[in-house]
């Protein structure tokens, strides 16, 4: 099992306090079909847009929202921008995490004496509904970190974006917030990372999962989870592990052409609802073989689910000492094999699904050899 070390006192202060998970940036091809998908597909609402109707010259971006959670898509209108580079060489992919703080000058400043590369230097930005406080540092690959503080701010999301009035409103799925979100690292780089989140962002390592936990016949990773110090944001990294063929966490690198996000963990208080519903809008989701539930209220205890649903929705359970959670995986959302999605209810359990692990990593290496690269 995995090692739990959720109650283990911080050996640091908390001199990054956190308020959770601003948004997430995306870096696509093209945001306005990315936004449709993420509307009719996942059920996320119109908030904000920006573009050359709100006088940003150089690229559109539009902000959708579900319960708390907020995905901003954006694209670059001309091929010499940066954000086309990036699109270039990695495809589809997330470049920003920002965090919600109360101080985004004094975030940039305890991180960068830490250690810490500068992205954005803090700068406040105006308009008639108030002010948003804005800095940012450099994280693994071509990712980063925004601090931003935005309680002197009124507006819709950000200045320069507009409120975003659509015709086209598909009902949400019910998901809440982000539970965590998971990055993958180069060979041997994982306690790199796992050192920057300690000593840079003031973090504690709550979670280790070795090579030897998860491994399947075949492939194997490493991973350890992050957590800041109130637990509101968490921040699993993974590295890949010598098997016999080629790891998950390998293929992810080769094809996003470097480090980044693997993928986002979307909380649901209903989860068989929240995937039947995303389901039947097309979002495809790794199954596992009947046979995983043949022992599977032996091996978690009671749940308050009936079985039947979980099984025909291939939904995993899993379970630790404070209770249980649902979770299942869906396919990668883009033709690369990057980032995907988790859908998690917890019932009580602060971990991460380990007990499904070899179930699910072999659901992964099914899809893995289809493509050929097992
Ligand atoms: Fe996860």
């Given at each position: 099992m995995e090692t739990l070390t959720i109650n283990k006192p911080s050996k640091t202060t908390d001199f990054l306090p956190l308020n959770g998970t601003d948004h997430v940036e995306f870096y696509v091809g093209n945001a306005k079909q990315a936004a449709h998908y993420y509307k009719s597909a996942f059920g996320f609402q119109s908030l904000a847009y920006a573009g050359p109707q709100t006088g940003v010259r150089d690229r559109v971006s539009y902000v959708l929202q579900q319960g708390k959670i907020r995905l901003v898509l954006t694209t670059p209108l001309k091929s010499d921008h940066p954000i086309a580079e990036h699109i270039k060489k990695h495809g589809d992919g997330v470049k920003v995490l920002a965090l919600s703080v109360d101080d985004a000058y004094d975030a940039f400043k305890q991180t960068t004496s830490r250690g810490a590369l500068p992205y954005q230097k803090p700068q406040t930005i105006t308009d008639e509904h108030g002010e948003v406080r804005i800095s940012g540092i450099k994280l693994y690959g071509e990712t980063v970190h925004l601090f931003v503080e935005r309680k002197n701010y009124n507006g819709v999301f950000l200045p320069s974006y507009e409120k975003m009035d659509s015709h086209y409103n598909p009902k949400a799925t019910g998901l809440l917030h982000i539970d965590h979100c998971v990055g993958n690292v180069g060979w041997h780089k994982m306690n790199e990372w796992v050192n920057f989140y300690e000593d840079v962002m003031?973090?504690?390592?709550i979670l280790t999962f070795d090579d030897k936990m998860?491994?399947?016949?075949?492939s194997a990773l490493m991973s350890k989870v992050m957590?800041?110090?109130?637990?509101?944001?968490?921040?699993?990294i993974n590295?890949?592990?010598e098997g016999k063929k080629k790891s998950q966490i390998e293929e992810y690198l080769e094809f996003y052409e470097g480090e980044g996000v693997q993928h986002l963990a979307l909380a649901t208080d209903h989860i068989v609802e929240t995937v039947t519903n995303l389901q039947s809008r097309g979002v495809e989701f790794l199954t596992v073989p009947t046979?995983?539930?043949?022992?599977l209220i032996d091996r978690v205890g009671h749940i308050d689910e009936d079985l039947e649903p979980l099984k025909r929705l291939g939904i995993l359970v899993d379970s630790d000492n404070e209770g249980y959670l649902l979770q299942i995986f869906t396919k990668p959302v883009e033709d690369r094999p990057t980032l995907f999605f988790e859908i998690i209810q917890r019932?009580?359990?602060?971990?991460f699904g380990a007990g499904n692990f070899k179930a699910l990593f072999e659901a992964i290496e099914r899809e893995q050899d289809l493509r050929g690269n097992l």
């Open positions: 003031g973090f504690r390592n998860i491994s399947t016949e075949y957590s800041n110090g109130n637990g509101y944001v968490k921040f699993p590295e890949p592990a046979t995983y539930y043949d022992d019932k009580g359990a602060k971990s």
